[in-house]
């Protein structure tokens, strides 16, 4: 018998002599979050994180904030399913990721922006949830442009992480979105744009 059958021996004797006992560990997590106006509170966090907020009535008045804030890029990267009507105001160049291809690295990369949708919003920690489902697109077209627009409806904002995980589907490949990308070294210098967009709009539709 070399050293490590004999070691690992002995430890399955120790084990056999005194199995573990199955004591229960107390989890006070909570369940919900109390939040009496969570697009106030998002916006709050949202401004906190430095991200820039956006404000519309409804969905007819959605067309020209877009415009408005997508007025400076020529070149715009959106999924294959956003509407049409919401691009009625720009006036650059439209590139639609999956026709008649998915876009490259190259191609995300030179755009000067990317617009979707969200899979939900969380008002108490100012984040924004991506799942790859309707209006959002794969997860590299908001990861490579270095600025990303996203609108948010109110009826889509959730007050807090508990309403959020049961409402999300781990199945699915989420991304977490809080604030733009920043990273700080030992000397607390702060650098955006390292890990994902430089620049995060927040275009809040409704109350």
Same mark, same amino acid.
């Given at each position: 018998?070399d050293?490590?059958?004999?070691i690992?021996?002995?430890?399955?004797?120790?084990?056999?002599?005194?199995p573990?006992?199955?004591? %229960?560990?107390?989890?006070?997590?909570?369940?919900s979050?109390?939040c009496p106006? %969570?697009?106030?509170?998002?916006?709050?966090?949202?401004?906190e994180?430095?991200?820039t907020?956006?404000?519309?009535?409804?969905e007819?008045?959605?067309?020209?904030?877009?415009?408005?804030v997508?007025?400076g890029? %020529?070149?715009?990267?959106?999924?294959?399913?956003?509407?049409?009507?919401?691009?009625?105001?720009y006036?650059?160049?439209?590139?639609r990721?999956?026709?008649?291809?998915?876009?490259?690295?190259?191609d995300?990369?030179?755009?000067?922006?990317v617009?979707?949708?969200?899979a939900?919003?969380?008002a108490?920690?100012?984040?924004?949830v991506?799942?790859?489902?309707?209006?959002q697109?794969?997860?590299?077209?908001?990861?490579?442009?270095d600025h990303?627009?996203?609108v948010?409806?109110?009826?889509r904002?959730? *007050?807090g992480?508990?309403?959020?995980?049961?409402?999300?589907? *781990?199945?699915? *490949?989420?991304?977490w979105?809080?604030?733009?990308?920043a990273?700080?070294d030992?000397?607390?210098?702060?650098?955006?744009?390292?890990?994902? %967009?430089?620049?995060?709009?927040?275009?809040?539709?409704?109350?």
């Open positions: 018998m050293a490590r059958t004999e690992l021996a002995r430890i399955r004797a120790a084990l056999a002599a005194h573990a006992s199955a004591a %229960p560990v107390p989890r006070g997590y909570r369940r979050v109390e106006d %969570p697009v106030t509170l998002l916006t709050d966090r949202l401004r994180y430095r991200a907020v956006h404000h519309c009535r409804d007819e008045e959605l067309p020209a904030v877009l415009g408005s997508l007025a890029s %020529p070149t715009l990267v959106v999924p294959g399913d956003l509407p049409e009507r919401w691009l009625a105001r006036r650059g160049r439209v590139r990721d999956g026709d008649p291809a998915p876009l490259s690295v190259a995300l990369d030179a755009a000067s922006a617009l979707t949708g969200c939900l919003a969380i108490e920690t100012g984040t924004i991506l799942d790859a489902g309707p209006l697109g794969r997860r590299a077209l908001t990861l490579v442009p990303h627009v996203c948010v409806r109110a009826g904002i959730v *007050p992480v508990p309403e959020a995980i049961a409402a999300l589907s *781990p199945a699915r *490949p989420l991304t979105i809080s604030g733009p990308s990273t700080s030992i000397e607390l210098d702060r650098v955006e744009g390292v890990h994902g %967009p430089r620049r995060l709009d927040v275009v809040l539709v409704g109350r």
